[in-house]
């Protein structure tokens, strides 16, 4: 078996040598393969010298105590489309008991995001960001934006039930989108407006005493049409071409 010149027999790397057999060209690429492999090493073992190996520097507040008994509540993640004032508002509800706790409350903000959110909340320097006053305020500025595109009555009134989508899927759809729009509305009138003609023949005349009523007569009708107790045809499968 041939050794590497220059390799020292007690290295462990050294053995995959043994199972070159060739010429010089064959040994001089195996030493470069081996290495590269000692270089990679070299980086994992020196990884105490970078900077994300202090776990103090990566977190927004530092120097926080965390109680044992703390439980993280259950928010709704903010993905970055709805208004920011009302995420919070939502959030300082479920940490209400820690109101006064200001290191809390910005260390836990970052369980109530997600997605592309999550990233604006790792990118911020604590730096810039001092309390949870300064940190409610950043995260306004950034998502402002949603709060500027306002929704209209016409944008309500053109939405429309989806084939896929069930009386009750599509109502919640709805009413999420008609809280958003100022000035409120009559809902059953609005809801009605946009529903395929088959429902708004059914329910056009129909005076509910609140939405839940309206609703479940919307899934009663929806019940009839899967036991075949209406004759009913899609818009779209009505379409002459």
């Known amino acids: 078996m041939l050794n590497a ?9 050294s053995q995959l040598l043994h199972f070159v057999r060739g010429e010089g060209p064959s040994i001089v690429l195996e030493k470069e393969r081996i290495e590269h492999m000692e270089e990679r090493l070299r980086v994992i073992k020196g990884g105490g010298n970078y900077a994300f190996a202090d776990m103090a520097k990566l977190c927004l507040v530092p120097d926080m105590v965390i109680s044992p008994k703390f439980k993280v509540p259950d928010f709704d993640k903010y993905k970055g489309t709805s208004c920011p004032k009302n995420h919070l508002k939502m959030y300082c509800r479920k940490m209400r008991a820690y109101a006064k ?3 809390l409350l910005m260390h836990f903000f970052q369980e109530s995001l997600v997605g ?10 604590p730096s ?3 309390s949870w006053k300064d940190l409610m305020t950043a995260f306004i500025r950034q998502y402002q934006y949603n709060s500027d595109i306002t929704l209209d009555i016409m944008q309500l009134q053109n939405m429309c039930k989806k084939d896929n989508e069930s009386f009750k899927e599509y ?10 729009v100022t000035p409120s509305m009559m809902e059953r009138e609005m809801i009605v ?16 005493s609140s939405f839940a009523d309206l ?12 036991r075949g107790k209406f004759d009913y045809a899609s818009t779209a499968s009505s379409l002459i071409i």
């Not at 010149?5 to 790397?13: A, R, T």
Request: proline share 6%; glycine share 6%.
């Open 5 to 13: 010149p220059g390799i020292s027999q007690c290295h462990p790397l």
């Open 101 to 103: 706790d200001e290191k």
């Open 116 to 125: 592309a959110t999550i990233t604006w909340y790792t990118n911020l320097e």
């Open 128 to 130: 810039q960001v001092y």
């Open 171 to 180: 109502t919640q759809r709805w009413r999420d989108l008609e809280t958003q």
């Open 193 to 208: 407006d946009t529903l395929p003609m088959f429902y708004y023949e059914k329910m056009v005349g129909y005076v509910p």
């Open 215 to 226: 609703v479940f007569a919307g899934e009663r009708i929806e019940v009839g049409l899967r």
